[in-house]
């Protein structure tokens, strides 16, 4: 009874030091995320007006052997030109899920989360900005996708943070770690008997 009392005083005492350490963190709040959209958003805004500019469908510049192609579509649909012709209904899609990842943010207290929120936001602003005010109508707008590999749908800097994103949202989901900083119960306890497991192996 009193290791298994141990145990439970343990485990919550290493949670609540987490997030204590996390509350420690004395800075003006989304200051990182709003940078890290801010600067995805600028440059993508910067490479398709240099698409725009220098490349076309019709002769795409190759690069690394043609491994790497730069083009220019005008996609209606999705990330990496999917569901063309549900412009509007992507469009507004977009813009309820930028509001429902800023309102989710408010929960955020640790500088990680906040550069993955800011790649999320900024990614799906930066297509959301092609929807409003490029042609052929507010909301209708076509995005513009440059780099296309062999066998893969056209993209631009913008898909690329939305999926950078993501892929650290898993990775952060799957360690556990909380958008505060606290770190789920059974994830501590994985860390922690890894640990001792080396520890044990070290000493053997």
Known sequence: MRSQQSYEHERASG????MSEASKVKRP???LMAAVAALLMLADLITKQIALANYS???PVSSLGGFLKFTLIYNSGAAFSL???STWLFSTAKLVVIIGMLWISRRIR?????????LLVGGAAGNLVDRVFRPPSPFQGEVIDWIQFPHWPAFNIADMG???GGVLTVWMVFRGINLDGSIEPEAHQNKK???TLQDEGAES
């Open 15 to 18: 949670s609540n030091g987490i």
């Open 29 to 31: 709040r989304f200051v």
């Open 57 to 59: 469908l019709a002769e």
């Open 83 to 85: 569901g063309e012709g």
């Open 110 to 118: 640790i500088p990680a989360w906040e550069a993955i929120f800011g």
């Open 162 to 164: 939305v999926v950078c």
């Open 193 to 195: 008997d890894k640990k």
